[in-house]
């Protein structure tokens, strides 16, 4: 059964790779398209400029992920990590274009050719993939970049069907909208976060990572719509009134490609302002 379990888990992330690597393909040609379509102008508007930047942006952060996998699966099988390079090559073609690119920016009252290319130097070097902004540990990052890719195709195992004696069972059906992810930051003293940490229970796709001394980061993964009450109730029966010092924020979003790093500094001004004992729920759907 472990093995069979340890199998389903590698397709999954091989099923991962191949739909980063078909985002990535996709992205290219946008981007390639987008380029030729710039360098036929005289002057390149800074709109344009932001617009290739946002999709080469998640294009590195799908590469990223795939790498991220790709050691993972390596690990498993005790195999070499594999190389690209002709993936390295396109990505230092598209470096060089979007350099000249930004060197042709109309200046205007939101920026400058200058800063375009400072933000792409940035993403060359500080671009991270969504599971890696909220998590740290490596197989917890990877796990929840696999739910987050192949969530519509997620099911749990059914319950132990409920029927009279010869009524015939009737396969469950689960809703595929509505579908998404419920983050959850939890501070506090490390006393109360250590009991707090120990009594979680989790599901079968759901991430608990003692982030830090002062903090328990998480993912829950719904297959199904919840709404912010269902969710609050969940965490306000496990903190109150048992932990007052405690504080806890809550996230519901439909994709982690919402993560970045001004959500983060949001979550943080979101706690300063926190009294203890507080719950919030913050709703990205």
């Not at 997620?154 to 009737?170: E, N």
């Not at 759901?206 to 009450?229: P, Q």
């Amino acid at each position: 059964m472990a093995q069979e379990r340890n199998q389903q888990k590698r397709t999954e992330l091989e099923r991962v790779i191949e739909k980063n690597r078909s985002f990535v393909d996709t992205a290219t040609r946008e981007l390639r398209k987008a380029l030729r379509d710039a360098s036929a102008l005289q002057r390149v508007p800074l709109k344009v400029v932001q617009e290739v930047l946002q999709l080469y942006r998640s294009m590195r952060s799908r590469i990223l992920e795939i790498d991220s996998v790709q050691q993972l699966l390596a690990h498993q099988l005790g195999r070499a990590v594999p190389t690209n390079e002709r993936r390295e090559q396109m990505i230092a073609e598209l470096d060089e274009q979007i350099r000249v690119l930004c060197s042709r920016v109309v200046e205007d009252e939101t920026g400058t050719g200058e800063e375009c290319i400072k933000e792409t130097a940035r993403i060359e070097h500080q671009v991270r993939p969504p599971a890696e902004q909220w998590l740290r540990h490596g197989e917890n990052s990877v796990a929840f970049t696999a739910s987050s890719r192949l969530i519509d195709a997620l099911d749990y195992p059914p319950p132990p069907p409920v029927r009279k004696a010869g009524q015939k069972q009737t396969p469950r059906q689960i809703k595929k909208e509505g579908r998404g992810f419920t983050l959850f930051s939890i501070r506090g003293p490390a006393p109360a976060l250590d009991a707090i940490h120990s009594s979680l229970e989790i599901r079968e796709r759901d991430i608990v990572e003692r982030y830090g001394v002062g903090e328990i980061r998480g993912v829950m993964t719904n297959l199904h719509a919840l709404s912010r009450k269902e969710v609050a109730d969940v965490f306000e029966r496990l903190l109150s009134p048992r932990y007052p010092d405690v504080r806890c924020v809550l996230v519901l979003l439909l994709t982690p490609d919402d993560l970045n790093e001004e959500f983060l500094r949001f979550l943080d001004r979101t706690f300063l302002n926190m009294r203890p004992g507080e719950l919030r729920t913050v709703d990205l759907t």
